[in-house]
């Protein structure tokens, strides 16, 4: 079917229309989004014949890539960025959005991920953490709910946290405390929670005043509606959106087994049973793992779906862990892709020029795909970039410097994809540069 174009809505718009209502049951068997059907009929979103939504052919970018392109310095790469601002855009599969799109949005809630749909992202994260009743969540970390939600303002609730909020002591200095954890609640109490842009206020002397201490280069313009979801609702959610899926499996705070009897492998094989019981295909899902044991343990256990497991990696660099040997032996036990933080993969050369690093040219010598991680995760790139950039810092000045750093993960390193916590920057540069994900 012909898609139609729909011209004068943003993405806060799409947010509003969706937001309303929970599912119907707690399982999120058989959950379409609440208010989807109605704007898929309006919208430029077509139907398969099964009713579920298929892929836009164009997808709605926004001003912020363009406004990047023409902060960028002058050169080839900005000529060629440029001269292709006037085209429609599509999604691509090179375009993930981490958490959804929490640039601006709540991360890991229902307005994130359709924020990130509509920007391109082919492929949209849910971080997966357990509850109480050991039900799977989209969160980013077991511990973040008294960052991310507004837990600490519900009294029932907040007793139920690990650490439950105490206020800032002005007169000792001491600053305010809380830790609220996905297994401190069940699914039920989960659901109830609000998501907000994940920060907090440490001089709080009130739970309302601890929600607060949003970076200023973030904001808080769309927290009036952050849907929490659990992994279920987020795989009924993605389907009908058109977008892959993305699991990371998070490492529990807690002791495993949990409460004696749910393991690790309970828990990463609860992950893809959920994938299993919607009906996905093993080539649309790539879980992921920080724990090299959990990617193991769906290579050998679930072999359709350890064929796309994604290895991360973020450990500081070590003549073992970036040698040749060490990328073979991933590969030699059924690792097929790597993803590590940008900055491993990156070096300046002798001309200060960004450039694939010995890391990045061992693992694709070893046969292994890489994935990059997280480009527009930092603040302003004016000043270096931050932790994501801290090998290349001398080179970047500027906050169009993002896409020198894209171009040559794509062209350079070869990634097959790459998190943005704005996808439309990253769906841009791929459509423009005609990338291909490589999957």
Same mark, same amino acid.
């Given at each position: 079917m012909k898609l139609l174009t729909l011209a004068g809505i943003v993405?806060?718009?799409?947010?509003?229309? /969706?937001? @309303?209502?929970?599912?119907?049951?707690?399982?999120? $068997?058989?959950?379409?989004?609440?208010?989807?059907?109605?704007? $898929?009929?309006?919208s430029d979103w077509g139907k398969h014949h099964s009713g579920k939504l298929k892929r836009q052919a164009s997808v709605q970018l926004g001003p912020r890539p363009f406004w990047l392109v023409q902060d960028m310095d002058e050169g080839p790469l900005k000529e060629r960025l440029q001269s292709c601002s006037a085209r429609?855009?599509?999604?691509?599969?090179?375009?993930?959005?981490?958490?959804?799109? +929490? %640039? $601006?949005? +709540?991360? @890991?809630?229902?307005?994130?991920?359709i924020a990130a749909a509509k920007m391109g992202a082919g492929i949209v994260e849910c971080d997966v953490a357990f509850t109480k009743d050991r039900e799977l969540v989209c969160r980013h970390a077991q511990n973040d709910l008294h960052t991310t939600t507004n837990i600490v303002t519900i009294?029932?609730?907040?007793?139920?946290?690990?650490?439950?909020?105490?206020?800032?002591?002005?007169?000792?200095?001491?600053?305010?405390?809380?830790?609220?954890?996905?297994?401190?609640? !069940?699914l039920a109490e989960f659901k109830t929670l609000k998501g907000k842009m994940d920060a907090y206020n440490s001089e709080a002397t009130t739970p309302e005043e601890y929600l607060g201490g949003t970076a200023d280069w973030r904001t808080d313009l769309y927290t009036a509606r952050g849907t %929490?979801?659990? @992994?279920?609702?987020?795989?009924?959610?993605?389907?009908?959106?058109?977008?892959?899926?993305?699991?990371?499996?998070?490492? +529990? /705070?807690?002791?495993?087994?949990f409460e004696g009897d749910y393991s690790q492998q309970d828990y990463a094989r609860q992950m893809i049973q959920d994938y299993i019981d919607a009906g996905v295909p093993p080539r649309d899902v790539w879980p992921q793992s920080f724990n090299l044991g959990d990617v193991l343990y769906w290579v050998n256990e679930t072999p359709r779906f350890?064929?796309?497991a994604v290895f991360l990696d973020q450990e500081p660099i070590t003549?073992?862990?970036?040698?040749?040997?060490?990328?073979?032996?991933?590969?030699?036990?059924?690792?097929n892709i790597l993803a590590p933080a940008i900055w491993k993969m990156l070096t300046l050369d002798g001309h200060g020029e960004i450039v694939p690093s010995e890391y990045a040219e061992n693992a694709r010598a070893a046969g292994?795909?890489?994935?990059?991680?997280?480009v527009?995760?930092?603040?302003?790139?004016? !000043?270096?970039?931050?932790?994501?950039?801290? !090998? /290349? !810092?001398?080179?970047?000045?500027?906050d169009g410097d993002v896409f020198n750093v894209i171009d040559v993960l794509a062209r350079d390193v070869g990634v097959i994809g790459i998190f943005s916590d704005w996808p439309a920057t990253t769906t841009y540069y791929a459509n423009c540069m005609n990338v291909n994900s490589g999957r």
């Open positions: 993405l806060c718009s799409i947010s509003i229309a /969706v937001a @309303h209502a929970g599912p119907k049951n707690q399982d999120g $068997q058989n959950w379409l989004p609440p208010g989807l059907a109605k704007w $898929q009929e309006s429609p855009f599509k999604s691509s599969d090179f375009s993930i959005g981490h958490r959804g799109a +929490p %640039l $601006q949005f +709540p991360e @890991h809630t229902r307005e994130s991920y009294p029932e609730l907040n007793a139920k946290c690990t650490q439950p909020f105490v206020p800032a002591d002005p007169a000792s200095g001491a600053p305010a405390q809380a830790e609220c954890r996905t297994s401190d609640i !069940t %929490l979801v659990s @992994h279920r609702e987020s795989i009924e959610l993605f389907k009908a959106l058109g977008v892959k899926f993305t699991p990371e499996l998070k490492f +529990p /705070v807690v002791d495993m087994p350890g064929k796309q003549p073992d862990n970036t040698s040749l040997a060490f990328m073979e032996n991933l590969k030699a036990r059924g690792v292994l795909d890489m994935i990059a991680w997280t527009e995760r930092s603040g302003p790139l004016a !000043t270096g970039g931050g932790w994501y950039y801290q !090998t /290349v !810092t001398d080179a970047i000045n500027n």
